[in-house]
């Protein structure tokens, strides 16, 4: 997975804020990638993502931090964001890999 290093603002209308992820062509069956145990600062948020990228082809997607749940918590700006990936067959929704924490940091 490719992650960028600094937030991106994404989804405008919905007020909240993500990061571009680029899962790479590895796989030879569609597969689904999601985010588990996602944290901001300390405190978990959820989040909205569910990418399903078709065998052979890449997907540019992105991680959507609820504005209720960052506002909750009087985050204002991202400056250690923690998170998992569950990647997953599409089609049997059989296990793939459950990936280490991903630790951004942003200070």
Same mark, same amino acid.
């Given at each position: 997975? #490719?992650?960028?290093t600094? /937030? #991106?603002?994404?989804?405008?209308?919905?007020? &909240?804020c993500?990061?571009?992820?680029?899962?790479p @062509?590895?796989?030879? @069956?569609?597969?689904?990638?999601?985010? #588990? +145990?996602? &944290?901001?600062?300390? %405190?978990?948020?959820?989040?909205?993502?569910?990418?399903?990228?078709?065998?052979? @082809?890449?997907?540019?997607?992105?991680?959507?931090?609820? &504005?209720t749940?960052?506002?909750? !918590?009087?985050i204002?700006?991202?400056?250690?964001?923690?998170?998992s990936?569950?990647?997953?067959?599409?089609?049997? #929704?059989?296990?793939?890999? +459950? &990936? @280490? /924490?991903?630790?951004? !940091? %942003? !200070?």
């Amino acid at each position: 997975m #490719r992650v960028p290093t600094e /937030p #991106r603002n994404a989804f405008e209308a919905f007020h &909240s804020c993500g990061f571009l992820i680029v899962p790479p @062509k590895l796989c030879i @069956k569609d597969m689904t990638v999601q985010t #588990r +145990d996602e &944290s901001v600062n300390g %405190f978990m948020v959820g989040t909205y993502f569910s990418c399903e990228v078709c065998a052979g @082809k890449s997907a540019v997607d992105c991680i959507v931090f609820s &504005s209720t749940e960052l506002d909750e !918590n009087n985050i204002e700006n991202f400056e250690t964001v923690e998170f998992s990936f569950h990647i997953f067959k599409t089609a049997d #929704r059989n296990t793939i890999d +459950d &990936s @280490k /924490p991903v630790v951004l !940091n %942003f !200070n």
